[in-house]
């Protein structure tokens, strides 16, 4: 069974920057993906990695700002979030699926996940 486990959420201001980790143990996967959900919002995915090939998928909303990337050596994915705003407010988690050489972009689709983390919680203040 995957496990997944976040850790680095945090509260900060406007124009801060924060890190998100998350632990992968159990099987190998192919993608990993951060999503995060506002209050009365749905969840929606910031970013996705192809771990095979190293491909980064972004969501438009956090393009430029936030950058994925994964330490194959300790099986963490990273989440560096920066020019924070207060709509970035929310619960970040980790998630994986897995589908090897398709060719196609990771996705952002929560559907396509079968494994999740807790959540790790994200507070930016104005």
């Known amino acids: 069974q995957v496990q997944l486990v976040e850790s680095g959420g945090g509260s900060v201001q406007d124009g801060g920057s924060l890190k998100l980790s998350c632990a992968a143990s159990g099987p190998i996967v192919s993608h990993m993906g951060w999503f995060r959900q506002a209050p009365g919002k749905e969840r929606e995915g910031v970013a996705a990695l192809y771990i095979g090939g190293g491909s980064v998928n972004y969501a438009d909303s956090v393009r430029g700002r936030f950058t994925a990337s994964f330490d194959n050596a300790k099986r963490e994915v990273h989440l560096l979030l920066t020019s924070l705003k207060p709509e970035d407010t929310g619960m970040y988690y980790c998630?994986?699926?897995?589908?090897?050489?398709?060719?196609?972009?990771?996705?952002?689709?929560?559907?396509?996940?079968?494994?999740w983390g807790q959540g790790t919680q994200v507070t930016v203040s104005s």
């Open positions: 998630a994986a699926y897995i589908e090897w050489s398709t060719g196609r972009p990771p996705s952002l689709e929560e559907g396509k996940y079968k494994y």
